[in-house]
């Protein structure tokens, strides 16, 4: 599966992609929201993992902006962030996010979810 993961730290990113790669999976990296809808046009991806809080664009408005778009508003999204926090959580499904992860996170963790999130859509 090609997976797009969307967050501002450079260790996150690369660590978020050797878990998937170790998955089986391949990963395409953003920096922020803007960013992800630029490779987003350029990448066909089966699934996004987005950060919440990023410069420029964050996880909510992405989310927003993404499920909005008829090119884009099936492809799952989950939220993957260290606000581990009822009201952000709340706030990210409202927004139209399909899950909701807090970091830190394992790669067995992760690529479970990734699994289940690919499977309900």
């Not at 987003?40 to 993992?49: F, K, S, Y």
């Not at 927004?95 to 992860?101: D, E, K, P, T, W």
């Amino acid at each position: 599966m090609k997976i797009m993961v969307v967050d501002d730290d450079k260790t996150t990113r690369k660590i978020l992609g050797l878990y998937l790669k170790g998955g089986g999976h391949e990963p395409v990296f953003a920096e922020n929201g803007l960013d992800a809808i630029e490779k987003l046009a350029a990448n066909e991806v089966d699934l996004i993992l987005t950060d919440l809080n990023m410069p420029y664009m964050d996880g909510i408005e992405l989310t927003k902006t993404l499920k909005t778009d008829p090119s884009f508003k099936d492809i799952p999204l989950v939220m993957i962030t260290t606000e581990n926090d009822e009201a952000e959580r709340s706030k990210a499904m409202a927004a139209g996010a399909n899950g909701y992860l807090v970091k830190p996170i394992s790669a067995d963790t992760l690529n479970k979810n990734v699994k289940i999130f690919a499977k309900k859509n």
